[in-house]
């Protein structure tokens, strides 16, 4: 154990899904938490106010140096959950400013304030996709590659800040999560998966990726924030499915109808083409972008070995399982929004 409990946690990004999910894993396991917000960004609604209640909220941005040395004041660790997930065009010069520079002032703050730990949560675009249906593990090292996204150099660059803050002393773990699914904000990051499926979005395909319950990321990290562990990266990954059968069991789960148009490499470029036409007429983002039109048509395997071996008692839950409790999260908030 390299805190004391109950010790005094700073969490980045405490406002964002996963940010959020860590920060009640903290704060049902006896921690003191403090986290940053942002003037914009509202309380999320899905976590329980019992629980935002015992946080210490303090007004700041990872990218206002001030603000942020001013909350590592008197804390024993930090988990940094802040990051920018966009597939746009328009938002990579501020996805870039907040994934790197913003990491980059996390790290050297942490030196200088002697924090006794700093666990990034970064994600498995750092280390890169595969074409050809490749097992990834933590031992991949990063290519350059046109499936790689803008997103995913942009994670990658800021691992490379936090191995760089390794380099000069700080005790880091960094975990590596796939696709994240749960109960959140259906208008952001990976959540809106379940509102694409919803809304009755017609496109699926064949391509292959990893997915893992929110839950578990929250609290495979507080279980690493634990442990005595330095210098190691995990990849966090319930299982590997393919696109068609993710949106099959949302679609289930919301009682929708199914995709029912395969897309081809063709008719994907075709289709994230539509969309951005048809946004440009509604105002509001198409459902599909070019590159997770581009992602969608790839396989790649997560291989959790390593997180297993390390946390022997932690097992991941099944995506049929959280995919079922974020249906009914989502159904429910609609049905309240409703009444």
């Known amino acids: 154990m390299l805190i004391d409990k109950p010790g005094k946690i700073l969490v980045t990004g405490g406002t964002g899904f996963v940010g959020a999910y860590i920060i009640r894993e903290l704060i049902q396991k ?37 603000s942020l040395e001013e909350a590592m004041k008197n804390i024993d660790a930090v988990v940094h959950a802040a990051a920018k997930v966009s597939f746009k065009k328009s938002d990579r010069a ?94 952001e990051s990976s959540s809106a998966i379940f509102k694409n499926v919803f809304n009755e979005f017609p496109w699926y395909t064949t391509g292959i990726n990893g997915f893992v319950d929110v839950e578990d990321v929250a609290r495979a990290t507080v279980l690493l924030l634990e442990a005595d562990i330095r210098g190691e990266r995990f990849i966090l990954n319930g299982d590997n499915w393919t696109f068609q059968q993710l949106f099959n069991e949302i679609a289930t789960g919301f009682q929708k109808r199914l995709p029912y148009r395969r897309a081809t490499p063709f008719l994907a470029a075709l289709a994230w083409r539509l969309e951005k036409i048809k946004s440009l007429f509604t105002g509001k983002p198409g459902l599909l972008s070019r590159e997770s039109a581009r992602i969608s048509q790839t396989k790649t395997y997560f291989n959790t070995a390593k997180i297993k071996k390390t946390l022997p008692d932690f097992t991941f839950t099944p995506l049929s399982t959280s995919i079922e409790n974020a249906c009914k999260g989502y159904l429910g908030s609609l049905q309240s929004r409703s009444q």
């Open 30 to 66: 006896g921690y003191t938490v403090r986290a940053i917000r942002r003037d914009s960004h509202k309380s999320p609604f899905y976590i329980s106010s019992d629980i935002l209640n015992k946080v210490e909220w303090v007004p700041g941005d990872i990218l206002d140096i001030v």
């Open 94 to 187: 501020e996805m870039f400013r907040t994934n790197i520079e913003g990491t980059a002032n996390v790290v050297n703050l942490a030196l200088e304030a002697g924090i006794g730990k700093l666990v990034h949560i970064s994600s498995v675009a750092a280390l890169g996709r595969t074409k050809n249906g490749d097992t990834v593990t933590e031992e991949k090292k990063w290519e350059e590659s046109a499936t790689n996204t803008f997103y995913a150099l942009s994670k990658y660059h800021a691992e490379m800040e936090v191995w760089r803050g390794m380099g000069e002393g700080l005790n880091v773990t960094v975990v590596n999560p796939s696709t994240i699914l749960g109960y959140g904000d259906w208008n």
